[in-house]
């Protein structure tokens, strides 16, 4: 296996959780993430499925096979999600946007307690 060891630390970094933070939520030690980091050691499969799983992300894109990061055929489309009405009125778009991103960044405060 070639795990990015950079790539696992940058998409910690990105939600601006330290090591333990993600080791706890992932149910696994801090000196795993640690290691993993440093290059000292690769994930498991286990653990490589979760790590791809927990930052949404490819694990091709941990194993550095492609740049892109987006899993294949798990591409969100919100706009499928939403009803005919709402898609015909920007404004309400736009609330809809401001909502999810105000979720979004209390998500990232509660994950950093």
Same mark, same amino acid.
Do not use: C, W
């Given at each position: 296996?070639?795990? $990015?060891?950079?790539? %696992?630390?940058?998409?910690?970094?990105?939600? @601006?959780?330290?090591?333990?933070?993600?080791?706890?939520? %992932?149910?696994?030690?801090? !000196? !795993?993430?640690? $290691?993993?980091?440093? @290059?000292? $050691?690769?994930?498991?499969?286990?653990?490589?499925?979760?790590?791809?799983?927990?930052?949404?992300?490819?694990?091709?894109?941990?194993?550095?096979?492609?740049? #892109?990061? !987006?899993?294949? @055929?798990?591409?969100?489309? %919100?706009?499928?999600?939403?009803? #005919?009405s709402?898609?015909? !009125?920007?404004?309400?778009?736009?609330?809809?946007?401001?909502?999810?991103?105000? %979720? @979004?960044?209390?998500?990232?405060?509660?994950?950093?307690k």
């Amino acid at each position: 296996m070639n795990f $990015r060891n950079d790539r %696992l630390q940058s998409l910690r970094e990105s939600l @601006g959780l330290s090591q333990n933070k993600l080791a706890h939520l %992932l149910n696994v030690s801090q !000196t !795993t993430i640690f $290691r993993i980091e440093k @290059g000292e $050691r690769e994930p498991s499969l286990q653990l490589l499925n979760l790590i791809a799983d927990f930052f949404n992300v490819s694990v091709d894109y941990l194993l550095g096979r492609t740049d #892109d990061p !987006t899993p294949k @055929g798990k591409e969100f489309n %919100l706009l499928s999600y939403l009803p #005919d009405s709402v898609k015909e !009125t920007p404004e309400k778009l736009i609330e809809i946007g401001n909502y999810l991103i105000e %979720l @979004g960044n209390k998500l990232k405060k509660d994950l950093n307690k």
